[in-house]
């Protein structure tokens, strides 16, 4: 009697280190090690990567050189390399970089965007309709802060989670990323935005993007495969924070998260050993250790 192999599940983890971990860095590092740790990621196995981000420089100094590192690291297809970018200007200045995946941000707190973007929500959305129209042919991504809490606002009601992600999709975002912008999510939280949301969004158009402020970044990721959610994103080392966020941490440590995934039965395509040895290179670079708890007993 022959036996069906069980099929394996997959997770895509989306490695935004190399932006959200950066960009809120006081120690930055040169084009040549952003670049290396690029290729280090995706020698282990990372195939979709935030590499840089096309912002206002006096802002996120961190990115300033976003445009360079994109020349120097070409086409490196079948990996995804994202550019996030807030206007069309940034989505110009990304694709005649070489950027081929794009990724817009705006927020459910109006006050977080005021101080993250410059603008309101509306405004932001007129930005993405001009990124789109006419449009530039790219994949783009959405992703909406402080889906959870603002550290201006407090809590967000779910019904304006709902409604942004509306307007995300409606302008032309592929997917949302639910954003814990300050790390306040709690499990069942996640489980209550998670079950709100996909009546009217399906669950493989959202990714869920989580800080470890509380030290719960894990559990919600529990919850959020639970709820059906199979996209995450995560920083190796747990690098990062949200210069427009006081007191957030960094994401959750890509590590961590593929240990998460592997106790669970899914299957990300990152070898996670290789992944830890980019992330102790990095802290070398840094001349820091990083959070991640997969780092600890390796140092």
Known sequence: MNHAAPEKRT?????????????????QLSIEQRREWIEKLIAAGVR????????????????????????LLGDVTPVRLWALVPNRIGGQRA??????????????????SQQNSGCSIDQSLQHLQQLRSPPLDVPLRGYLSCCFGCPYEGVIDPEQVLQRSIDLLGGGAEEIVISDTTGIATAQAV????????????????SLHLHDTHGSALECARAGLDAGVR????????????????GARGNVATEDLLEVLQQQGFDS???????????????????????????????
Request: charged share 25%.
């Open 95 to 112: 694709v005649a970089a070489g950027a081929k995946h794009l990724a817009f941000f705006t927020a459910a707190s109006e006050t977080f």
């Open 48 to 71: 979709e990567i935030e590499a840089g981000s096309f912002v206002r420089p006096d802002r996120v100094p961190a990115m300033a050189d976003s445009d360079a590192l994109f020349l």
């Open 231 to 246: 996209s995450f994103d995560a920083s190796a080392g747990g690098l990062g924070g949200c210069p427009f966020a006081p």
């Open 269 to 299: 395509g990152i070898d996670r050993e290789a992944l830890i040895e980019s992330s102790l290179w990095l802290e070398r670079c840094l001349g820091e250790e990083l959070p991640a708890q997969s780092l600890v007993n390796r140092r």
């Open 11 to 27: 997770v895509r983890v989306v490695e935004v280190g190399p932006r959200d971990g950066l960009q809120s860095r006081g120690i």
């Open 191 to 206: 489980t209550t935005l998670i079950d709100r949301l996909t009546p009217e969004i399906p669950i493989d158009k959202i």
